[in-house]
């Protein structure tokens, strides 16, 4: 995807966040020395082309008090993973929910999804209700709770030679 | 944290639109005015319980690369490779988690030549396997707090 240098600029000063203004793109606009209008098309355009997946905010789970933070991985059939995924994103209590590749022997699991919860153990009695009422006991999963965060800071995505920062691109 | 704080944190997730007054349309919603949002975000942002407010990319659309990769680590050695696998500025996420495969992180290069590279220099330091798992497919979501 070929980005103008303009592009890039605005990107470039909306990586760390938009201003929290009425409104923020005539002060992109000002820092850019173009107009409002011409901020708002490019911003289109970059979200009509995908690049910009939208306009929100990612939650800092453990801030907000949910420790317990488990992936839990599917084993589901390959013709049978898009409609599960779409089930399993539609819970409440999934936060998270990406098909990957298998990489066997060591791992047979191609269906992933994040469950946060205060505890433990309300992760698990979750989950229990999540596979009853998905009709899930036939399929094969494992819940990997975490232990110790050893990183965790908004993925940095460079596509310029200067490296910027790319920030909000999270959870590959 | 309110009920208002609450669903002004569920309304963001959504997505706001791309417009000159993004903020409008959920302060109505919420029945606040925008200056009151925008002063509720701050102090979301500055509790650090809301990452920043802006774009959410799509990196492979920017031709960059990002895989969720796992390896399996002696338990005496998990700390010194995962601090070499943080070295690495490419890497976000880093958590040891229950499991063979104990050490998971995320990469996210500029290009997939990049991601193959700082892959083969974390299996020559750690003398580990890295097991790379590109994200095939996104059902999204976000994380619905109740209101």
Known sequence: MELSDTDRAL???????????????????????????????RMARLQEQGLIKRLGVVVRHRALGYRANAMVVWDVPDDAVEDTGKRLAAEP???????????????????????????????LQ?????????????????????IRAFKQCGARYATTRKQEDYRGVAHG | MDDVDRALVNALQDGLPVARRPFDAVADRLGIGVDELLARLQRLLDRRMLSRFGPMYNAERMGGCVSLC???????????????VNAHPEVAHNYEREHALNLWFVLATETPERHAQVLAEIERESGCRVHDMPREQEYFIGLRLAV
């Open chain 2, 70 to 84: 796992a390896m399996g680590v002696d338990a005496e050695r998990l700390d010194a490779v995962a601090e070499l």
């Open chain 1, 93 to 123: 209590c999934v936060t998270l929910c990406y098909q990957r590749p298998r990489r066997l022997p060591d791992w047979p699991y191609n269906l992933f999804c994040m469950i946060h919860g205060l505890t433990r153990e309300s992760v």
């Open chain 1, 11 to 41: 990107i470039a000063a909306v990586q760390e966040g938009l201003p929290l203004v009425p409104q923020p793109y005539a002060e992109v606009a000002a820092a850019l020395g173009t107009s409002e209008p011409d901020v708002l098309a």
């Open chain 1, 126 to 146: 979750r989950l229990q209700t999540l596979v009853e009422t998905q009709g899930l006991q036939g399929v094969r999963h494992e819940v990997l709770f975490s």
